[in-house]
């Protein structure tokens, strides 16, 4: 996609990361085990992104777990070490986000990230722990003052569609001080929308669609990470949901 419009593909795996490329993506949030949020993808998924599809902007979630994002020292020993290693080895930039146990910021823990991402000169983006702030306002500013280049936020609602009247206040106070990326909930029948109601020009997607694996449920025992007649199959990205999007967002921004 060309100019300043962009539309983010979220991943999961190698996998996923090839059908974004294929779909036209040039840029995706790499991450495994969607079904809890998103977690740290593994170097190996990494390398195999990096040297496949080159030309793809690979931006890397750091997070160790599922729940929320206030992290006991352990983990972000963890935290730590993996932001360091996925830059290593080739990340474009890092997906990170650490609360108290107030949701304020952690300003220690994410200084700390912060100056890894920035030893790499690689782009460091605050991901949907932004959408448990009491004041976005006041968060937004900090993140700021601390040198963040992104902020993924649904506008404090469960959807970026719900929260579009944020979002649009939030592009309209620090748009051109930070790059406001929204996302839950956008897919190419309401991105455009989206945009225009909030004045944004960076959308993130899951473009999900679903593989059966026959062995999830056998007998008594199961494995199921999905409900209902979803019981035996996981979440993907699908190239062709990813090639409506980017077509939808480039015909927008050809009306710019």
Known sequence: MNGNY????????????????LGGAKRVELNSALMLGGLTPTISTLCLVKEQFPKLKVVAMVRPRGAGFCYTEEEFMVMERECRSLLEHGADGIAFGCL????SLDLEKNQRLLEIIRSFGKEAVFHRAFDCSDDPFETMERLISMGVHRVLTSGLKQTALEGAELIGELQRRFGDKIEILAGSGVN??????LMER???SQVHSSCKAWHTDPTTVRGSVSYSIAPGERESQYDVVSEELVRRLMEKVAAFEGKQ
């Not at 962009?6 to 490329?21: I, L, N, P, T």
């Not at 108290?100 to 949701?103: L, N």
């Open 6 to 21: 962009v539309a983010e593909v979220c991943c999961g795996s190698f996998y996923d990361a090839k059908q974004a490329a």
């Open 100 to 103: 108290r146990e107030d949701a």
């Open 188 to 193: 190419a029948s309401n991105a455009c929308d």
């Open 198 to 200: 909030t004045g944004i």
